[in-house]
Structures are given as structure tokens and as C-alpha cells.
């Protein structure tokens, strides 16, 4: 029988488990059930292992301990929470691949999505050398450093050069080029080293360049040089041209190592050319001989040769006397006075001289008076009857007595009209003065100096139609001599150009010689061709051998009885003579006016015009 104590206790404990279970089955209904997450997007679908991933979803919750997301099975940490986002990383030890990623909030799981696990980049180049011959151009490709990496682009970039700036690299294909010619000198450098950088992101590698460079011949050779020249030749005359053979044209200098005596001859760095530069070494009694060394570089090769320069004697300049032979220098006029003295001329310009039995008679041209006739000894002017009562409308350039009458070139004014330029004959009767236009207008252009030949055919320095013209003596053409063009070219008639011609004299076998602005030319009927005698197409002064001498602006010339030519170098205000062995000379300087006309008496006597001087010179040259 139950003590009455645990009868009663035992009501009190079946009491007290009824209400443990209600109270705990109230708890249990109290606490609200987990919502389904749900996983919506990643805010990246691939990346290495370590890259940050966020995942955007609903009903994640607050608390780390009841999430957990996994990349397939392998579980990564989450690193922050909220109810709408995870934000983990890619778990290590994973497999690179497409894998499924989900979040698990307590027991439920989302739905999954794709991310695509990236394996490690990987960047790997190779050492890149080369051979490349000295001296290559500017920008010459010189190869490609050769690198891989497992996906990406690559940077590729200098670090290091033995020779700063030698190299260029393309930075997108890895791609070497020359940046700086002069290091490429295997004078300098037999090699070129560099360092490259490759880099994909924060992975690099590192190639080394090696640049073997060969030698390369930069100067071929260089000539010994030997020449001649006239002694006294003027300042900076030419002399002649070094040759030599250079790999790279553009990059040579030549320079004087060594000369005796010193200071003689320069030279042009960038030609070569032999120049004179102490005239007063340039003799022969003193200094038969100039010679040195001369040098030619490029780039860092330099090589040598002598020079040797025969100074060749020249005759002394011979004594010349001048005095004025008729007219006033100060004086001008067109009426004369009746004695030698009183003859006066305003524009005293071209004329001939013809001995009549020894006594010199001087036809001269006077541009505003017209033209005189000078008989040295006794006078008698023409102005009057050869010249017509318009003066102002006819301007005679040169004369020359032919026969018993005189050819002339002279030019005719009309109001309101073009020059006329013609050729013309005058005749004087006794009694009457006849002018006939031989040849008129076109196609001559500007016609000056005037000669007739042994054979009577006429001569025409056709000026500014830069032809000679020959018309026999009734004024039929007979030879044009030049084609028109500026220049100084020489070839045979057709071929041949003139740069200004003034003045034509013909030798006995009807050679011509040719006052050609800047030089002296010459027309052998025989061959047919134009040579260049002395002087060049272009203004100077000098003396010297005949490619040496220099002109400016030669007016007239005279053919002297032993060949020698005189020449009105004008704008020099010099009288020079052009010697038969091909030398030129200065016989009259200093005139202090510019000389135009010349009149061969015989080979120690000549009569000459001056510009703006009213009269007739005379020169007498004595040895």
C-alpha cells in the first residue's frame, strides 16, 4: 500500500509534467519558420582562386553560422552578410572550370549558379639575340622577343639598355627596332645588350636581348690627289675635288690633316673641294709646289691621302700705259670741234678698228650720238650725215666698215610702237647717206655686237635671243648658233645655250669667240660644237687656269693678231686677257668705271670705251 505522502506526491509530479509540456509546446509555436533563400546573381562569373565574389539573393539572414556557400562541394568563407547579399571568396584547393556556386541558409539551399574558376596567369619569354651589320637606317627592325601567357594581353618593356636609347621596343607585340643610329657602330659598340620586361597584369618576365654588330666598310677609299695650277689665282678659287668612296654619303667630313706650306689650301667639310686659301703661297719663284695630307670620316672610320699641287709659272703682268686718245672724260656732247681733242661722245659704246696703209681709223658706235668714224692723226665725224635728225628715235650699238659702206646694229623707237631691232647698211655717196635695213625684226630679239668674217658673211650677237647669227652680206640667214635657252650649256648648234651674248669675233678660219655674260665661248665651224674657253655660268673674280677664271657681266671682246682674247669684264671694271695656253690674266683694274667696247690695233695696242667716260682710250702694252 502507497504511503500516503507519495500518494499525494505523485498527483503533484503528474501536474507539474502536464505543465512542462504545454510550456514547451507554446515556445516551439512562438519561434517563426526559416524563409526559402533564394541566390539571384554574382556581381562576377569568373576568377582565380582569392578573388572576391558577391552573391545578391533574398532571405540570407544575419548570422555567419547559419550560412555557408560552396563553388561545387568545397566550402568558402564567408567574409560579410547581409539578409540580400554574401560577400566570400574563391575557395583554394578548387579545380579551375566552370563550377556551380549556392548558398546554404541553415538546412535550405538556393538554386545554383555558373562561375567559371580562372587558373593562375602565366607569363613566360625567351632570351632573343641577333647579328645586324653597322650602320642600320633609323627605325630598321632589328626583331620580335618572343612570350607567352595563358590568356591576356601582354606589355612588353625596355628595363635596361648598355647604350642608352640604342633600342625601341613595341610595346604591344614585343616588336625591337633601331631608335638611335650612332650607337649601331662597331667602331663603338661590337654588341648591344637590353633587358625586356613581359608582363600580363602583375605577372612578368624577363628576356635579354643580345645585339651582335658587324663590321661594315663606312670608307671605301679615298684618292690621292694631284693637280696643277697657275700661280696668283684669286681668294677661295677652286682647286679640285677629293674623291672618295663612302658607305653612307650623307655622313662624311673632310678636313686638311697636314699641308706645306701651312695655311696654303682649305677644304669644304662636306664636299671635298680643294680651295685656295692664301693666294700669296700660290707662287711659283716661291712655292712650286703645295702638298699635304687630306682626310675623309664617317661615322668613327677616317682614312688619308696626299695631295700634291704644282704651281705653274705665269708671265708677269705686263705694263700697260693708258691715256684718252679723243673726247673729253668729263665732257659730253655730240657735235665735235674739229680737232682731236675736240671730238666729243655721250654714250661711247662698241666700234671696229681698221688700219688704212698703218693709220688706225676707229668706227665707233656712240649710243645717243650714232656713230663716228676716229682717224688718229686727223679727224672726220659721221654723227651728222650717218645719223638721222630724230636722235632721240635710233640708238647704233656697234659698227663695222665692210667693203665701202658700214654694217651696223641699231635699234628704232616709234611712239606707241615695239623697238624695231635691225641690221643695216650705210652708204655714203659723197653726196647722200643711205640706210638700208639688211635684216628687221624677227627673229632677232636684241641684236649688239656686230663683225664681219674673211668670207663677208655677217656675225650678230644676238643679246637677249642668246643666239649668234650669220647672215651673208645681202642679210640671208645662214647659221644660227644656240637655241634660245638661258644657260651655259655646251653641245653643237642646236643643243648648245647662252646666258646673255654680247659680242662675236671671228678669226681668219671662221672660228668664232663669244662674249658670254660670265664666259667665253667658242663656235669651231669645223666640228660643229660650242666649248666653253674660260669662266663659268655663274659671276666672280679671278685669274688662273681657264676653269679657275671668273666674270661678271663681259661686255665686248677683242681677238688680238697672236690669239690672246681681251675681255671687257665689266662689272669688275677690269680689262683681262684670256692667253692662247689657256690662262687668264688681268691687264687693266682699277678703272673706276665699267669698260664696254674693245678695238684691236695689233698685240700691243688697243683702244677701249668706258661707261659714263665721253671718251676713245688707248693701252699700250709693254713687257
Do not use: W
Given at each position: ?96 572550370g566552370e563550377v556551380d556556386v549556392k548558398v546554404s541558409v541553415k538546412t535550405l539551399e538556393t538554386a545554383s549558379q555558373k562561375f567559371t574558376v580562372l587558373a593562375p596567369i602565366t607569363v613566360s619569354a625567351t632570351d632573343f639575340t641577333t647579328s ?458 682699277n678703272l673706276n668705271a665699267y669698260p664696254e667696247g674693245i678695238m684691236i690695233q695689233d698685240n700691243n695696242t688697243f683702244y677701249f670705251t668706258l661707261q659714263n667716260r665721253y671718251a676713245l682710250y688707248k693701252a699700250v702694252i709693254s713687257n
Open positions: 500500500m502507497m504511503p500516503p505522502f507519495l500518494k499525494h506526491n505523485r498527483t503533484f509530479f503528474a501536474l507539474l509534467a502536464c505543465a512542462t509540456f504545454l510550456l514547451t509546446s507554446c515556445n516551439k509555436d512562438d519561434e517563426p519558420a526559416q524563409p526559402q533563400p533564394t541566390l539571384t546573381s554574382l556581381n562576377i562569373t569568373e576568377g582565380e582562386v582569392g578573388t572576391s565574389v558577391t552573391l545578391t539573393g533574398r532571405n540570407f539572414g544575419t548570422s555567419t553560422n547559419d550560412v555557408k556557400v560552396f563553388f561545387n562541394t568545397t566550402e568558402a568563407i564567408v567574409s560579410s552578410l547581409t539578409t540580400t547579399q554574401v560577400v566570400t571568396t574563391v575557395p583554394s584547393g578548387i579545380t579551375p645586324i651589320t653597322e650602320n642600320p637606317g633609323a627605325n630598321a627592325i632589328l626583331g620580335t622577343v618572343q612570350a607567352t601567357t595563358n590568356r591576356g594581353a601582354l606589355v612588353y618593356s625596355l628595363t635596361s639598355q648598355s647604350v642608352s636609347g640604342a633600342f625601341a621596343i613595341n610595346s604591344s607585340n614585343g616588336q625591337l627596332t633601331v631608335a638611335d643610329e650612332s650607337a649601331f657602330d662597331y667602331e663603338v659598340n661590337t654588341s648591344l645588350t637590353a633587358t625586356i620586361s613581359v608582363a600580363n597584369g602583375t605577372e612578368t618576365a624577363t628576356a635579354n636581348v643580345t645585339i651582335m654588330i658587324t663590321d661594315a666598310v663606312e670608307v671605301g677609299n679615298i684618292q690621292n690627289f694631284t693637280t696643277s695650277i697657275a700661280e696668283n689665282p684669286g681668294a677661295n678659287a677652286g682647286i679640285g675635288q677629293v674623291s672618295a668612296s663612302i658607305l653612307n654619303s650623307n655622313e662624311k667630313t673632310f678636313a686638311i690633316v697636314s699641308q706645306t706650306p701651312a695655311g696654303a689650301v682649305s677644304i669644304d667639310a662636306s664636299t671635298g673641294l680643294i680651295q685656295v686659301a692664301s693666294p700669296s703661297l700660290f707662287d711659283h719663284e716661291n712655292n712650286p709646289t703645295i702638298t699635304g695630307v687630306v682626310s675623309v670620316t664617317s661615322r668613327s672610320e677616317t682614312k688619308t691621302a696626299t695631295f700634291t699641287i704644282t704651281v705653274t709659272d705665269v708671265s708677269e703682268a705686263p705694263s700697260v700705259t693708258v691715256s684718252a686718245v679723243a673726247g673729253d672724260a668729263n665732257l659730253g656732247g655730240c657735235y665735235d670741234g674739229g680737232t682731236l681733242e675736240h671730238i666729243y661722245f655721250t654714250r661711247p659704246f662698241f666700234g671696229t678698228l681698221q688700219n688704212n696703209n698703218g693709220t688706225p681709223t676707229i668706227y665707233l658706235a656712240d649710243l645717243t650720238c650714232g656713230i663716228k668714224k676716229v682717224t688718229l692723226g686727223a679727224t672726220t665725224t659721221l654723227s651728222s650725215e650717218y645719223f638721222p635728225a630724230d636722235v632721240a628715235a635710233e640708238q647704233f650699238s656697234d659698227v663695222h666698215p665692210y667693203s665701202n659702206y658700214l654694217l651696223a646694229t641699231r635699234k628704232v623707237s616709234s611712239p606707241g610702237k615695239a623697238d624695231s631691232h635691225q641690221i643695216v647698211k650705210i652708204e655714203n655717196d659723197g653726196r647722200n647717206i643711205n640706210v638700208t635695213a639688211l635684216v628687221a625684226g624677227s627673229p632677232l630679239v636684241y641684236p649688239v655686237g656686230i663683225t664681219v668674217g674673211g668670207n663677208g658673211n655677217i656675225y650678230v650677237a644676238d643679246q637677249s635671243g642668246r643666239r649668234i647669227r650669220v647672215y651673208d652680206n645681202n642679210g640671208s640667214s645662214i647659221a644660227v648658233i644656240g637655241n634660245g635657252n638661258v644657260g651655259g650649256t655646251d653641245g653643237d648648234e642646236v643643243t648648245a645655250t647662252f646666258a646673255l651674248v654680247r659680242d662675236v669675233q671671228v678669226d681668219a678660219n671662221g672660228v668664232m669667240y663669244i662674249a658670254d655674260r660670265y664666259s667665253i665661248r667658242k663656235y669651231d665651224p669645223s666640228t660643229g660644237l660650242v666649248n666653253t674657253l674660260a669662266g663659268t655660268n655663274a659671276s666672280g673674280d679671278a685669274v688662273g687656269s681657264a676653269s679657275q677664271a671668273r666674270f661678271n657681266e663681259i661686255h665686248a671682246i677683242g681677238l688680238m693678231p697672236n690669239g690672246d682674247i681681251l675681255i671687257a669684264d665689266h662689272l669688275n671694271t677690269k680689262i683681262k686677257v684670256l692667253r692662247t695656253n689657256g690662262t687668264v690674266e688681268t691687264l687693266l683694274d
